[in-house]
């Protein structure tokens, strides 16, 4: 009876002091008339250089960085941005947008299969994009990432489906981006989605092929110092030309087959299943905050075949599993992020055996048609840890390691105006025979960076990495990367 007691106090507790903090039948922040505000448009400039040891560039130079970092083990990049940031969430209406443009040289890499990396000199556009909110709802089109963020995106070894691994695609987006209140619920419900059309850019397999994505997530709590959320992402390969097959569907009909994820097109095993690549993941966090402080528990899973409830499916023993932590008031240690992968368990060994289906050996990132898998520029879109085709030693753009367990944890903060990070992960890989338990490779990468502002040097800001491999998968290797870059303020108005 007591303990009941107790329960019932901290309850009512718990709601008076949330109607204290917010008590607005719909709370989106947005003001009727407000001041007009300054707009600013700015500008970025960045030298990278990299010199490493071995055939690539360490792991955690290289990856999860849109691309950006060449595998090469010699390579330098200059690049200029200018931008305008969104910078009135309490008015109706708000704008963004961004260009960078980067030239880069590499050296070759020995023996390589690929044309891109036997290149001395290229370039490209990472960002090209226009955003615009119209109340609650925004519209976004042009080259710009798409990441399906886990909890602290600077530590995090990135999610299953898109994790900043690649150059980003063309795409046109629209949707609620960020966390919006439901009407009626005082802020204390709240959801986002959206829908994506992509166009693929590498087009090595196929020709004029399009990317599908859409998401929605719901969060529960609010102001409450617990908050919980469900996020829901399915995405497709799907269109274009295949030098083998002809057309495989590229019209309204064929996008509304994706779009449901239903059999179509003209492939048989797109009638049979459903027309294009499809995966899919979903997430539930737990979130606990406070004054400064906040942690995030996270589970995320990935799935291929048909859609089930996160834990209920198949492979419920895959997935990436999380915990991230995050304070301001000591600057010392501002983040620190741990995680675990699997993926070894791909719904069982097997597809289908003596005229039965068992749904199995889902071969993660793999496609019969889409040959070159959930891959783009020869890099995986989703966790960096299944192996990117530009690794392969045969010149195949398959994805021949999708079977990995993974330790990762990394850690932030600023000394004396020193910021920095450390990360470091363990991977063991299986290949792809979901039959073997058979531990083929392990690598162990490490990441030291540190960044300055110096005011005296022209307002410029001065970075190094340290980062290296130990292990049979690549061999040992060991790399930096200096970069200096310098940013300022172009007009406002």
Same mark, same amino acid.
């Given at each position: 009876?007591?303990?009941?007691?107790?329960?019932?106090?901290?309850?009512?507790?718990?709601?008076?002091?949330?109607?204290?903090?917010?008590?607005?039948?719909?709370?989106?922040?947005?003001?009727?008339?407000?001041?007009?505000?300054?707009?600013?448009?700015?500008?970025?400039?960045?030298?990278?250089?990299?010199?490493?040891?071995?055939?690539?560039a360490p792991f955690w130079l290289q990856n999860n960085?849109?691309?950006?970092?060449?595998?090469?083990? !010699?390579?330098?990049?200059?690049?200029?941005?200018?931008?305008?940031?969104?910078?009135?969430?309490?008015?109706?209406?708000?704008?963004?947008?961004?260009?960078?443009?980067?030239?880069? $040289?590499?050296?070759?890499v020995a023996n390589s299969p690929f044309d891109f990396?036997?290149?001395?000199?290229? #370039?490209?556009?990472?960002?090209?994009?226009?955003?615009?909110?119209?109340?609650?709802?925004?519209?976004?089109?042009?080259?710009?990432?798409?990441?399906?963020?886990?909890?602290?995106?600077?530590?995090?070894?990135?999610? $299953?489906?898109?994790?900043?691994?690649?150059?980003?695609?063309?795409?046109?987006?629209?949707?609620?981006?960020?966390?919006?209140?439901?009407?009626?619920?005082?802020? !204390?419900?709240?959801?986002?989605?959206?829908?994506?059309?992509?166009?693929?850019?590498?087009?090595?397999?196929?020709?004029?092929?399009?990317?599908?994505?859409?998401?929605?997530?719901?969060?529960?709590?609010?102001?409450?110092?617990?908050?919980?959320?469900?996020?829901?992402?399915?995405?497709?390969?799907?269109?274009? +030309?295949?030098?083998?097959?002809?057309?495989?569907?590229?019209?309204?009909?064929?996008?509304?087959?994706?779009?449901?994820a239903q059999g179509g097109g003209v492939m048989r095993?797109?009638?049979?299943?459903?027309?294009?690549?499809?995966?899919?993941?979903?997430?539930?966090?737990?979130?606990?905050?406070?004054?400064?402080?906040?942690?995030?528990?996270?589970?995320?899973?990935?799935?291929?075949?048909?859609?089930?409830?996160?834990?209920?499916?198949?492979?419920?023993?895959?997935?990436?599993?999380?915990?991230?932590?995050?304070?301001?008031?000591?600057?010392?240690?501002?983040?620190?992020?741990?995680? +675990?992968?699997?993926?070894?368990?791909?719904?069982?060994?097997?597809?289908?055996?003596?005229?039965?289906? !068992?749904?199995?050996?889902?071969?993660?990132?793999?496609?019969?048609? +889409?040959?070159?898998?959930?891959?783009?520029?020869?890099?995986?879109?989703?966790?960096?840890?299944?192996?990117?085709? $530009?690794?392969?030693?045969?010149?195949?753009?398959?994805?021949?390691?999708?079977?990995?367990?993974?330790?990762?944890?990394?850690?932030?903060?600023?000394?004396?105006?020193?910021?920095?990070?450390?990360?470091?992960?363990?991977?063991?890989?299986?290949?792809?025979?979901?039959?073997?338990?058979?531990?083929?490779?392990?690598?162990?990468?490490?990441?030291?960076?540190?960044?300055?502002?110096?005011?005296?040097?022209?307002?410029?800001? +001065? #970075?190094?990495? $340290?980062?290296?491999?130990?292990?049979?998968?690549?061999?040992?290797?060991?790399?930096?990367?200096?970069?200096?870059?310098?940013?300022?303020?172009?007009?406002?108005?």
């Open positions: 009876m007591k303990t009941k007691l107790i329960c019932i106090l901290l309850l009512l507790t718990t709601v008076l002091q949330a109607r204290e903090l917010s008590w607005r039948w719909w709370p989106t922040g947005i003001r009727d008339s407000i001041a007009a505000g300054n707009d600013t448009l700015r500008y970025e400039g960045h030298v990278h250089m990299v010199a490493s040891s071995g055939r690539f960085v849109h691309g950006d970092i060449s595998s090469s083990p !010699y390579s330098g990049n200059l690049s200029a941005a200018i931008y305008k940031d969104a910078q009135h969430p309490e008015r109706w209406w708000d704008y963004d947008f961004a260009v960078q443009a980067t030239m880069r $040289l590499q050296s070759r990396q036997r290149r001395v000199a290229t #370039g490209y556009l990472n960002l090209a994009y226009a955003h615009v909110r119209l109340f609650l709802f925004d519209f976004t089109i042009g080259i710009k990432p798409m990441i399906y963020e886990t909890s602290d995106t600077l530590l995090s070894s990135g999610s $299953l489906i898109f994790s900043g691994n690649t150059h980003p695609l063309p795409r046109i987006t629209i949707g609620i981006d960020h966390y919006v209140p439901f009407p009626g619920c005082y802020g !204390y419900f709240e959801l986002k989605g959206g829908l994506t059309h992509a166009w693929a850019a590498d087009n090595v397999y196929m020709k004029g092929s399009y990317m599908h994505h859409k998401f929605a997530a719901v969060r529960f709590g609010g102001r409450l110092p617990v908050n919980f959320s469900y996020e829901f992402h399915h995405a497709a390969q799907w269109g274009g +030309f295949n030098l083998i097959y002809g057309d495989i569907g590229s019209g309204w009909s064929d996008f509304l087959h994706v779009l449901m095993n797109d009638q049979t299943n459903a027309q294009g690549n499809h995966v899919g993941s979903q997430q539930l966090m737990l979130t606990g905050k406070g004054k400064g402080w906040e942690v995030n528990v996270y589970w995320q899973n990935f799935f291929e075949d048909n859609f089930a409830f996160i834990g209920l499916g198949q492979n419920r023993a895959d997935g990436l599993w999380g915990i991230s932590m995050k304070q301001t008031r000591w600057s010392f240690i501002q983040g620190f992020t741990y995680e +675990f992968l699997n993926t070894t368990d791909q719904s069982g060994p097997w597809h289908d055996r003596d005229g039965l289906c !068992y749904a199995g050996n889902d071969l993660y990132y793999q496609n019969s048609v +889409f040959a070159n898998g959930w891959n783009t520029y020869y890099r995986s879109m989703g966790t960096p840890f299944i192996t990117s085709p $530009l690794y392969n030693a045969d010149g195949t753009l398959h994805t021949l390691n999708s079977r990995v367990r993974v330790h990762h944890a990394g850690v932030r903060g600023d000394i004396f105006g020193y910021q920095y990070r450390l990360m470091v992960s363990h991977a063991r890989n299986y290949g792809n025979d979901n039959t073997s338990r058979l531990l083929l490779s392990t690598n162990t990468a490490w990441l030291i960076e540190v960044y300055k502002h110096v005011e005296q040097a022209w307002g410029l800001d +001065f #970075g190094i990495k $340290l980062a290296g491999d130990a292990g049979s998968q690549w061999g040992n290797t060991f790399g930096a990367q200096i970069t200096v870059s310098k940013r300022g303020i172009i007009c406002k108005w």
